[in-house]
Nanobody, 125 residues
Framework: QVQLVESGGGLVQAGGSLRLSCAAS????????MGWFRQAPGKEREFVAA????????YYADSVKGRFTISRDNAKNTVYLQMSSLKPEDTAVYYC??????????????????WGQGTQVTVSS
């Protein structure tokens, strides 16, 4: 089992920045690829970004490319999502997730075995 706890969400004005953190406990964190997803009201959960176990490879949704950066610190068992130039359409609950396929940059929610409870990000116009 892997337990994931997100933090860092909040209310920010358009154009602002936030950094989300996801702290992991349980199994060895470095054995997992990690992903960030988001879900807005009335919409399906969508992929945001992913990072492999070592942090050397990342992948982003087109909608956030160039604005968001995913990173990880395996010594701290934490994955981060730095969000800049935020837009109202970025408003959603953001979830981190862990994937046992440690080399895979998956965009598919069902391929992730463990999920956090989510943190709300609201971007005002």
């Amino acid at each position: 089992q892997v337990q994931l706890v997100e933090s860092g969400g909040g209310l920010v004005q358009a154009g602002g920045s936030l950094r989300l953190s996801c702290a992991a406990s349980g199994r060895t964190f470095s054995n997992y690829a990690m992903g960030w997803f988001r879900q807005a009201p009335g919409k399906e959960r969508e992929f945001v970004a992913a990072i492999i176990w070592s942090g050397t490879n990342t992948y982003y949704a087109d909608s956030v490319k160039g604005r968001f950066t995913i990173s990880r610190d395996n010594a701290k068992n934490t994955v981060y999502l730095q969000m800049s130039s935020l837009k109202p359409e970025d408003t959603a609950v953001y979830y981190c997730a862990a994937n046992r396929a440690m080399w895979k940059l998956s965009t598919i929610p069902r391929e992730y075995e463990y999920w956090g409870q989510g943190t709300q990000v609201t971007v005002s116009s």
